[in-house]
């Protein structure tokens, strides 16, 4: 009798412990298991139509651009432009069902650029031609602007030795002296400058720079702001060094 009871309880126990066994046995869920990745919206390529419908919110300007064949929704840092505007959109980031928190406002697809063109002669998309004005990327001509004479920036560079030195002072703060040789106000809601200092040959003579402030052709300028090389605008138009959002000091 005590063997039989002793076979029972074995068997009980082993039971038991099976059993506890399977409970702690995870389960994978539907809700565990890798969600699926989002579809992401083509790349967009450049496009010029009307501006239909434009807001700011956030630091941006987001507007609606009718192509003629489609309408695209694009955002770039706040500009002015208004309902009617012709504009380019260069290729940007296209962001899909994007949901915007200032405007509590959904978006099959909005394209992120860091500038829009707007006014001016605007070109079709692939065409390489800029809004009437846009600075040439060539050196400008000196307009008769004596360059001779000026002095090395204190702990700055030269025009000369940022172009020949644009690998290491990618991305940094350059400071440089120069003068101003042509003054190009409110292209893509920036004032470009070209500035010389003598320095340089045909090709490295000429520094390109956007900034908010205003000069005038023949002003000595300190320029301090970051430098970044090979600047694509789209269509063709390149930088191969240029100071942005500069700060200004006229001497």
Known sequence: MKKQLTLILAGLMTLALAAGC?????????QQKPA???PTAPAAKGKSGTVVETMNSGGYTYLQVDTGTEKIWAAAPEFPVKVGDPVVVPEGMP???YHSKTLNRDFEVVYFVDSVMVGGEQAAAG?????EGHPPITAAEGNGVDVSGI?????????SEIFSAKSELAGKEVTVRGK?????????GKNWIHLQDGTGDNGSNDLTVTTDSTVNV?????????????????????????VEDAKIIVE
């Open 218 to 242: 023949g002003d000595t300028v300190l320029v301090s702001g970051v430098l970044n090389t090979d600047k694509d605008f789209g269509y063709g138009y390149q930088y191969a060094v240029i």
């Open 151 to 159: 002095k090395k920036a204190e702990g700055g560079n030269t025009v």
């Open 36 to 38: 699926a990745a989002a």
């Open 95 to 97: 962001m899909a069902n």
């Open 22 to 30: 399977k409970e702690k046995t995870p389960e994978v869920t539907e």
């Open 180 to 188: 101003v040789v042509k003054f190009s106000p409110q292209i893509m």
């Open 127 to 131: 065409q390489s031609t800029m809004p």
